[in-house]
């Protein structure tokens, strides 16, 4: 079973800054494109950044000039930097893994971590 491992959560103003970390193991890294998620109550959940295994990286369009998603491999760790936090953007967010094996794709996610913006 992979496991990711999120933190970083937590409550901020709005305008302020968030960090979240997702670990996973240095294999699972290698061979995965990572993703944040998040679900806000009452909606579903929606991709927030991705980066492939190349470091190509993508947005959705409420996030893009604010968020920046990165991996350290070094680390085994990829990172979601949220600045000019919205209370939109009020949400449990989640770390995915996707990776093809053997022809077959795999989905991991992890346990999820909330953020609170207040105005």
């Known amino acids: 079973q992979v496991l990711l491992v999120e933190s970083g959560g937590g409550s901020v103003q709005s305008g302020g800054s968030l960090r979240l970390s997702c670990g996973t193991s240095a294999l699972i890294l290698s061979i995965s494109d990572m993703a944040w998620y998040r679900q806000a109550p009452g909606n579903e959940r929606g991709m927030v950044a991705q980066?492939?295994?190349?470091?190509?990286?993508s947005y959705a369009d409420s996030v893009k000039g604010r968020f920046t998603i990165s991996r350290d491999n070094a680390k085994n760790t990829v990172y979601l930097q949220m600045n000019s936090l919205k209370p939109e953007d009020t949400a449990v967010y989640y770390c995915?893994?996707?990776?093809?094996?053997?022809?077959?794709?795999?989905?991991?996610w992890g346990q999820g971590t909330q953020v609170t913006v207040s105005s």
């Open positions: 995915n893994a996707r990776r093809l094996m053997f022809g077959k794709e795999y989905t991991s």
């Open positions: 980066i492939t295994t190349g470091g190509t990286t």
